[in-house]
């Protein structure tokens, strides 16, 4: 039992793959860590082993014991991408098991920018939302919020770096690494070709669209790079993805559709606002509505998922932007 009082929640799939529901303190409930098990019984792979908090911990010694799991008998921990949700037990699954945790170079050097000794990542993410136009108290409240993540990441893993095009071998098959950027830059996907199986981290989510979010001093244009990867995912054929948070499911084509006819909506939508000059922070509210302001976690990623849209219509020509006596940034659309 954890302290809410809940079973650890588990389903089984394909040749004994154990699904981990493993609770996150979020409204996003829960984040899906994949236990794989070697054929040969000689120990088993962790998939993105969740978020370090005291809920994860309990859920998971409940599902080692309830299926005779051993730390010791973990071979390895691979991480889809460096969101803390995924990343943040790897380094205390390590340091029980001694195994190596795989990650890309990439994702790992966004993990260090973010919680190594000499961060300015809050620094730098609330300078933008300020010049964006969000209020000081605003501010300050997510701040405290990116307090509170150190210590769900720690300790941090060693890692041993993958890349997208290599292939990695667990469960008795060959897993080939693919680069899904967008939501995560270095996010990797894992693919076995001759049964269609994908795990596709948080790049494809059903019933949920993954966040897209603009990071202070990273790519600018991150929903434009998302959906171009959309379209590279749709050459592969796959039968049942494994994604990062909900359930696996069957239908990935459809669901690669859905996910761009939102983003298209939503682009068409911040144009018909935009005939109006306003801020990053008046779009967030008038998409997402104001109740987000008690709710700072929810609120960054909403903030950070509109900068993404406001960028990828001015990198397009579709709007513009200047600074009003404040200076702020002050969005206004081009219609042709
Ligand atoms: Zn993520
Ligand atoms: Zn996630």
Same mark, same amino acid.
């Given at each position: 039992m954890n302290e809410s009082g809940q079973k650890a929640e588990t389903a089984i799939w394909n040749e004994g793959w154990i699904q981990v529901k493993v609770p996150l303190p979020?409204?996003?409930k829960w984040v899906n860590s994949y236990v794989i098990p070697e054929p040969d019984a000689s120990g088993f792979t962790i998939i993105?082993? #969740?978020?370090?908090?005291e809920d994860a911990i309990a859920a998971w010694n409940e599902v080692f014991s309830r299926h005779q799991?051993?730390?010791?008998?973990?071979?390895r921990i691979i991480l889809t991408h460096q969101h803390p949700d995924h990343y943040g037990l790897a380094g205390y699954f390590q340091q029980l098991s001694g195994a190596p945790v795989y990650l890309s170079r990439r994702s790992h050097a966004y993990a260090v920018r973010l919680?190594?000794? %000499?961060?300015h990542y809050a620094d730098e993410l609330l300078s933008q939302f300020e010049e964006h136009g969000m209020p000081e108290e605003l501010r300050s409240s997510i701040a405290g919020n990116l307090a509170l993540f150190k210590g769900r990441v720690s300790p941090q893993p060693q890692i041993t770096y993958i890349e997208a095009g290599e292939t990695i071998a667990f469960g008795g098959y060959d897993w080939k690494l693919i680069n899904a950027p967008g %939501?995560?830059?270095?996010q990797l996907l894992y693919y076995e070709e001759s049964n269609g199986w994908l795990f596709c981290g948080d790049q494809v989510l059903p019933r949920i669209t993954p966040n897209i979010s603009v990071v202070? #001093?990273?790519?600018?244009?991150p929903l434009g790079d998302f959906l171009a990867n959309l379209d590279e995912l749709l050459q592969y054929e796959v039968k049942l993805a494994f994604p990062g948070h909900r359930d696996p499911f069957d239908s990935f084509s459809n669901r690669i559709e859905e996910l761009k006819g939102h983003h298209i909506r939503r682009l068409e939508k911040m144009k018909g606002l935009l005939e109006q000059p306003m801020s990053a922070f008046t779009v967030c509210e008038a998409l997402f509505g104001a109740s987000l302001r008690s709710n700072p976690h929810n609120l960054r990623f909403a903030m950070s998922e509109t900068l993404a849209h406001l960028f990828y219509l001015e990198r397009r020509g579709d709007a513009s932007r200047k600074r009003d006596e404040a200076r702020v940034w002050l969005y206004s659309s081009i219609s042709c």
């Open positions: 979020f409204s996003l993105d082993p #969740g978020l370090r908090t799991l051993e730390a010791s008998r973990i071979k919680w190594g000794e %000499h961060s %939501h995560a830059y270095g202070p #001093g990273e790519e600018e244009d």
